[in-house]
């Protein structure tokens, strides 16, 4: 520990899969002033700890200069203790309140930074500026009408029953630094191992000279659906209005089938929802991993190798998951089986008639999923799609996005502050 720092970045929600990432970041700010990363290790009602533990930190050991990990008690503590003329903070619907506390008390210039493209913003958080992606981000922001992507109280009255928020930029006003989405793409900084593809086969039972797919269920969707058995409700519209438009008619049961149905490919393995793996709702399904009951066979990355997991598959496949989005800055096709890309069941893309959600890869329906793949249909002919892509959302795609971001924050106009 120094005995000041200009930079304080705090993530009280941490990306399990993309640890090395927020310690690139740290590093790269080191370069231009003194950081401290301050991670998250906060407790959910249910016991779940969406920061990240000491444990999971363990095999980054050489990368952990200037990182402490901290409860929001002990991350107040240290930022009166500091006083940096910069302080980041991660969107985070489970500490936007203390982030505005936070914001007023100190006179720290304030960065809100989303950890993904559609992550939710909060602008009861007071920030100084607000991180953006790009122009699509942008748009996005300025109108989408789910209040959750923007105003915790809003979000919360809409889903008791009150009135659906009219269009309008929930952010007009606050200043923005415009980055790339600096979580997505291929980065090996920081990494704490080198898996090559056969040592990475090795370590999960694969064939390193057969195809891999990469199965990346959604936790939502599946947690619902495996609750449902328990209820006997598999019946039921597992993507029921208002709160999805009534393009997607989906049982609970079809939700089941289609991962039953991943799970059984040829030398697949599967990389589980970051919320899955911080247990988070996890007491819903009797404290179950969902693979446990879907497939207690399955081949499960460690979120500790999930950027090896990432660069060795061939193509991403899943059901009701924006995922999608992020593989096609893997240069990766992603499949989504049925009707099930958000396209077709979420409105939070939608503005002036058109669903600005996409995605490189394709759609294919569950009864000819085996042909598809068989005949290698989910290759990309046009590999130019991804840069096409990458340019949609981003800032600047022909970038390092971490060494981008740290400029960026390193050299943003101070805003001063009278307390």
Not at 178 to 192: A, R
Not at 288 to 298: G, H, V
Request: proline share 5%; hydrophobic share 35%; net charge neutral.
């Amino acid at each position: 520990m120094k005995n000041a720092y200009d930079i304080i970045l705090y993530f009280g929600w941490v990306h399990p899969s993309h640890i090395h990432k927020y310690l690139s970041l740290k590093k790269e700010l080191n370069k231009r002033a003194s950081c401290l990363l301050v991670l998250g290790n906060n407790k959910c009602g249910d016991g779940s700890n969406y920061g990240v533990s000491n444990k999971q930190l363990k095999p980054f050991d050489r990368f952990l200069d200037d990182v402490i990990v901290a409860d929001l008690n002990q991350a107040s503590q240290i930022l009166h203790e500091y006083k940096p003329k910069i302080l980041v903070f991660g969107s985070d619907q489970h500490a936007w309140r203390w982030q505005r506390q936070i914001s007023s008390q100190l006179s720290a210039t304030t960065i809100q930074l989303p950890h993904l493209i559609s992550s939710e913003i909060f602008t009861n958080a007071n920030p100084d500026y607000f991180a953006v992606f790009g122009p699509t981000h942008e748009a996005f922001l300025q109108n989408c009408v789910n209040p959750k992507v923007h105003h915790a109280r809003s979000r919360l009255r809409w889903r008791h029953g009150g009135a659906r928020p009219d269009n309008q930029d929930f952010c007009s006003g606050v200043p923005r630094i415009y980055v790339n989405p600096w979580l997505y793409g291929l980065h090996e900084d920081c990494l704490p191992i080198e898996l090559s593809r056969e040592d990475f086969c090795k370590k999960y039972k694969l064939n390193a000279n057969k195809e891999m797919p990469l199965h990346c269920p959604s936790w939502g969707s599946v947690r619902a659906a495996v609750s449902a058995v328990q209820n006997n409700k598999l019946k039921e519209l597992a993507m029921p209005p208002p709160l999805f438009n009534d393009k997607s008619r989906t049982t609970f049961e079809d939700v089941l089938n289609v991962h039953k149905e991943i799970y059984a490919l040829d030398n697949v393995i599967t990389q589980l929802h970051p919320n899955e793996y911080k247990r988070y709702k996890s007491n819903q399904i009797g404290n179950k991993w969902s693979y446990e009951i879907m497939c207690p066979t399955a081949s499960v990355v460690d979120p500790i190798d999930s950027h090896w997991a990432y660069k060795y598959c061939d193509y991403g496949i899943g059901h009701v998951s924006s995922i999608g989005l992020e593989f096609g800055f893997f240069n990766k096709p992603f499949v989504y089986i049925d009707k099930s890309s958000p396209l077709n069941w979420c409105s939070d893309w939608e503005w002036d008639g058109v669903n600005h959600y996409s995605w490189v890869g394709h759609e294919c329906p569950l009864d000819e999923m085996r042909d598809f793949l068989a005949n290698k249909n989910y290759r990309i002919e046009d590999e130019d799609l991804y840069k096409k892509h990458q340019e949609k959302f981003s800032t600047n795609p022909n970038v390092n996005s971490i060494e981008f971001l740290a400029e960026k924050i390193a050299s943003v106009e101070i805003i001063k502050k009278s307390l």
